[in-house]
């Protein structure tokens, strides 16, 4: 399955800011996950990086000049590139060129440009703090934002000015990924989406646990994918080591019991349960107030059995999808079918774990889809990301 941007013809704006060298690790973001991605810069962007490094990375040459004697289509290229372009980044988006958008002046190319735009626009602010906190600049960025286009927040921290505070570029991770969000189609619109994702962990001792090895990354892939399509998304999470999603309310759990409250209030307006945690079956009966030491050559465990939440939510729920997840190790089609029956869901996301592409810690899954009419429906080996999306359209298909 192809990314969202996957085609399409994205236009990228540097301007002049230190920030422009990240601007070059996008491009090769975007074009990574298949956009066709043309660069306009403006005169100073090329004394921090310059045109060739742009045009190698996108295949293209990049527009600094509308009057470039050179090429004859340059004086109207501005014009070509708006009606074509699906999205446009301006990242760094320095001082300067937010109070010419802001204000409608049109005096380079990349500014000329922006007034022909009628697609989504996200304008990535970069500068010093004390600029980005002027009341100038606030007010022409609240413009911005009023005009209908996304302003990213920018980063907090050391800047290379030497001020500390806000004023640093988004990571271009996060510019992709509002991106993405703002080209997807909105089918989960109104729609309040529950995720659970991760392992939990019972605890032993005050410096031990058991635990499994899911790292969260299929989990925070349905939640991301829910809300690029315009859901409210809440996500349970296990501990994991991944970044938070951006515009998502995470509610951290550890145990197995933990996860099962949080779940449990939030289900009651949810529309959509994602159950893709992996929950711990038992958890220790005892928990030892300080470390145990090693002394015995052999240590027992007293374990008892932990609710089963997704067995619960079966049976409360009352209008909402329920989609469980069966990790297996064998038999995954009579394993599934059982679970998606016994448990009373209304899909079931089977895989087999273990293998190098599939399962834990993996970036690629190979799944099949189960549902209660007997289909089956077997999908290739895919990106999480993407198997996020077809678990999605498929449950959007069945809710309508």
């Not at 001082?95 to 990535?124: E, I, N």
């Not at 005009?147 to 806000?166: M, N, Q, S």
């Not at 609710?307 to 619960?312: E, Q, R």
């Not at 690629?364 to 359209?393: C, S, W």
């Amino acid at each position: 399955m192809k990314t969202t941007i996957h085609g399409k013809n994205i236009v990228l704006g540097v301007c002049g800011g230190i920030a422009a060298y990240k601007s070059a690790e996008l491009l090769r973001l975007l074009t990574k996950n298949g956009a066709s991605v043309r660069v306009m810069m403006t005169r100073n962007a090329g004394a921090f990086v310059g045109p060739v490094t742009f045009e190698a990375l996108s295949g293209k040459p990049a527009c600094i000049d509308l009057f470039d004697r050179t090429d004859p289509d340059a004086s109207i290229r501005h014009i070509e590139w708006a009606q074509e372009a699906h999205g446009v980044v301006i990242a760094p988006a320095t001082a300067s060129m937010v109070a010419k958008y802001a204000h409608g002046l049109a005096d380079d190319a990349l500014s000329t440009f922006l007034l022909a735009v009628t697609c989504p626009v996200v304008v990535c602010p970069s500068m010093n703090t004390d600029m980005y906190l002027s009341p100038p600049v606030q007010r022409n960025l609240e413009m911005l934002k009023a005009d209908g286009h996304l302003v990213l927040e920018p980063g907090a921290g050391e800047l290379a000015c030497g001020t500390v505070g806000p004023g640093s570029l988004p990571e271009p991770p996060l510019i992709l990924d509002r991106l993405t969000s703002l080209l997807t189609r909105k089918d989960l619109e109104g729609r309040k989406v529950l995720v659970t994702a991760g392992p939990t962990r019972e605890p032993i001792d005050p410096v031990r646990f058991i635990t499994n090895p899911s790292s969260g990354k299929m989990g925070y892939a349905v939640a991301r994918a829910a809300e690029h399509r315009g859901a409210s998304v809440v996500l349970v999470s296990g501990p994991t080591c991944l970044d938070d999603p951006p515009n998502i309310r995470i509610v951290r759990v550890r145990t197995a019991q933990e996860m099962a409250r949080a779940v449990f209030e939030e289900m009651g307006d949810a529309d959509v349960i994602v159950k893709s945690a992996a929950v711990g079956d038992y958890r220790v009966r005892e928990t030892a107030a300080h470390k145990i030491k090693k002394t015995a050559d052999e240590l027992t465990l007293s374990l008892v059995k932990n609710d089963d939440i997704l067995m619960a939510l079966g049976e409360r729920k009352t209008r909402q999808f329920l989609v469980g997840f069966a990790a297996e190790t064998r038999d995954l089609q009579e394993n599934a079918r059982e679970k998606l029956a016994r448990k009373n869901l209304d899909m079931i996301v089977g895989n087999l774990v273990g293998q190098p592409s599939s399962g834990f810690g993996t970036d690629t899954n190979r799944v099949t889809l189960f549902y209660p009419d007997g289909q089956a429906e077997p999908l290739e080996e895919m990106e999480k990301d993407a198997v996020a999306h077809i678990i999605l359209d498929r449950v959007c298909g069945r809710l309508a």
